[in-house]
């Protein structure tokens, strides 16, 4: 166990000074309820619904975008995979008939994705495994009032 420190605990947030200690703790924190909700999130999608987290996620980001589909580009700043990684899992969507590929209207070379009425389908059906997974193992574990505040300051740290 790692001694803590007290410097820096009356600064205010943001104050730009920070305990060495408390940050190391927080970056654990953070870390091991990533990973703990991560591989709970993982196992229940794909025992459930066939899908791996980064699939729900380019189905979920395709739906939002609605009927007029995404570039590759746009799903790479919203899904946390390198461009071939990326591209490798929008070809095996594909070709399970989840999503499709169709030319882009103003450019000949780009192509853009689309969400098939399988892959509404498949995201109809993970999206309440999400929901149950996500509630159990992390907002039940805090208030609403806890909760907003987490996605306020999750929010605010994903902006930069």
Not at 9 to 27: I, L, Q
Not at 45 to 51: F, K, P, S, T, V
Request: glycine content about 12%.
């Amino acid at each position: 166990m790692v001694a803590t420190s007290r410097r820096g605990a009356g600064s205010p947030a943001g104050a730009g000074v920070h305990d060495k200690y408390a940050c190391a703790r927080a970056w654990v924190a953070l870390t091991a309820a990533h990973a703990r909700v991560s591989g709970l999130l993982a196992s229940a999608l794909a025992r459930q619904c066939g899908l791996t987290i980064n699939e729900f996620e380019i189905l979920l980001r395709l739906d939002q975008a609605g009927d007029g589909g995404v570039r590759l580009s746009e799903l790479l700043s919203a899904v946390p995979l390198t461009q071939p990684a990326l591209s490798r899992a929008v070809a095996r969507l594909a070709g399970r008939g989840l999503l499709a590929r169709a030319g882009a209207p103003s450019d000949g070379r780009g192509v853009l994705i689309l969400l098939t009425e399988a892959g509404a389908e498949s995201l109809r059906a993970a999206v309440p495994v999400h929901a149950q997974v996500i509630g159990t193992a992390l907002l039940d574990k805090v208030s609403p009032a806890e909760q907003d505040i987490l996605a306020e300051v999750l929010g605010r740290i994903a902006s930069g």
